[in-house]
């Protein structure tokens, strides 16, 4: 009998590495050097990337924009930054509540949504946001998930 509880779905390494390796490959076609953290639907870290010459605190900026996106239940790291603007007290204050990482409500993050079911997120650091977001865009959409429910 079910609880009515909804279940959760936890994104696989092999994903993770998949999208990391795409996010990697799209960022060198850019001609950037990023950082990226893929965490599961609870939040927790399961792959993280550093390409060379990406300065070391964008691995975390990254990872705390991804943990953002998922614990708030797959909202993108863009609209968590309006968020932010809109109510800097309760935002400015939430960063530390994160466990294991810092709650970042900034742009680039995507939620990762496979068949409608909030897989987890995916974040980058270290170019500006708009690319950031283009690239993690590419990479979530490159495993075949979305940054949308539906």
């Known amino acids: 009998m ?6 959760l779905t936890l994104i696989s390494y092999e994903l993770a590495a ?18 990226f953290a893929v965490v599961d639907s609870a939040g ?6 550093r390409m060379d010459g990406a300065p070391f605190i964008t ?7 991804a943990f953002a996106s998922a614990a708030t239940g797959g909202q993108p790291g863009a609209a968590l930054a309006q968020r932010f603007n809109e109510n800097p007290m309760v935002w400015g204050n939430a960063g530390p509540l994160g466990y294991g ?15 409608g ?8 650091s270290g170019a500006p946001s708009a ?11 490159s495993i075949g998930a979305s940054d949308r429910a539906a």
């Open 2 to 7: 079910s609880s009515g509880n909804p279940v």
């Open 18 to 35: 998949s999208a990391l390796a795409a996010g990697v490959a799209h960022a060198k076609e850019l001609g950037v050097r990023l950082s």
């Open 44 to 49: 927790h870290l399961v792959a993280a990337a």
């Open 59 to 65: 691995t975390e900026v990254a990872r705390g924009k």
């Open 101 to 115: 990482a810092q709650l970042l409500p900034a742009a680039g993050a995507f939620p990762i949504f496979k068949d």
């Open 117 to 124: 079911v909030l897989l987890g997120a995916m974040g980058a």
């Open 131 to 141: 690319i950031d977001e283009k690239v993690v865009l590419h990479a979530i959409e």
